[in-house]
């Protein structure tokens, strides 16, 4: 591991705008370094950097997602990601010899990734959402954490607050503060940081809140509220809800169906 590399990549977390982008951009760049030099991002060096060839970005990154079914808007995003740390390389000048331009312009980026994939989810009505609550606990409740019983929690509170799934498993304890209502009543205030550095501010019953701590809360205000769940479980889940239903959702479906 290089002092110089593990700084500038010290440097390059601390310059972005926010956590979502900080966690997202830091899984992008240890999954290209893994895929294409079998390295951690300190790992790489200027060899590494002057032997990388569009063919590598092509033949050991984008075909190997696309094989797994990675959208190529996924995959763009990685790549911008790369391209952002490699940026952060060249401004600290400790690899003088190494062509950046040629690099950021040719090597990491590739024309045909355009979002040719995205598309409008559609939403999940409320009736869909209780249905998938039911499946979540009769087929996921296979052990002592019912984990079924949380995940059928979880895609309730993304319902009900309309927040994004990479803002809301970063939401903590200390982002609620229980205020009174002046219509009566207790509620939780929510203000959490969603897409963009936007703040956004929910409002659940007292009741609702009570209940998220019942079942998640370990006595810790600053954990996260989701923090023994997992995206890429809640992913697959959908994945293998929309099988047995025979119709398309993602984990967007959520935040679709509780604009409409």
């Known amino acids: 591991m290089s002092k110089d590399m593990t700084a500038v990549f010290l440097t390059w977390n601390n310059s972005l705008s926010s956590q979502n982008t900080i966690k997202r951009y830091d899984t992008s760049v240890k999954l290209f370094c893994k895929m294409v030099f079998n390295e951690e991002p300190t790992e790489i060096n200027s060899t590494d950097l002057k032997r990388l060839r569009y063919s590598d970005t092509i033949n050991k990154f984008v075909k190997p997602l696309r094989d797994k079914r990675v959208k190529d808007s996924t995959i763009k995003s990685h790549l911008i990601a790369m391209r952002s740390f490699v940026r952060m390389i060249r401004r600290e000048k400790i690899y003088r010899n190494v062509d950046f331009s040629d690099l950021e312009t040719y090597v990491l980026k590739v024309d045909n990734l355009a979002n040719r994939d995205t598309h409008h989810h559609s939403p999940m009505s409320l009736k869909e959402l209780h249905e998938m609550e039911k499946w979540l606990k009769d087929n996921k409740n296979n052990n002592r954490k019912k984990l079924g019983?949380?995940?059928?929690?979880?895609?309730?509170?993304?319902?009900?607050?309309?927040?994004?799934?990479?803002?809301?498993?970063?939401?903590?304890?200390?982002?609620?503060?229980?205020?009174?209502?002046?219509?009566?009543?207790?509620?939780?205030?929510?203000?959490?940081?969603?897409?963009?550095?936007?703040?956004?501010?929910?409002?659940?019953?007292?009741?609702?809140?009570?209940?998220?701590?019942?079942?998640?809360?370990?006595?810790?205000?600053?954990?996260?509220?989701?923090?023994?769940?997992?995206?890429?479980?809640?992913?697959?889940?959908?994945?293998?809800?929309?099988?047995?239903?025979?119709?398309?959702?993602?984990?967007?479906?959520?935040?679709?169906g509780a604009a409409t």
């Open 149 to 256: 019983d949380k995940y059928a929690l979880l895609i309730d509170f993304m319902y009900s607050t309309a927040i994004r799934s990479s803002a809301t498993f970063l939401v903590r304890w200390e982002d609620f503060q229980v205020v009174d209502s002046p219509y009566g009543g207790e509620w939780a205030e929510l203000n959490v940081m969603d897409k963009g550095r936007k703040l956004n501010t929910k409002y659940l019953h007292k009741s609702y809140y009570d209940k998220l701590k019942s079942i998640f809360y370990n006595g810790k205000d600053t954990d996260e509220v989701f923090r023994e769940l997992s995206q890429n479980t809640l992913r697959q889940y959908f994945k293998e809800y929309s099988e047995v239903i025979g119709r398309n959702i993602v984990i967007h479906s959520l935040k679709a």
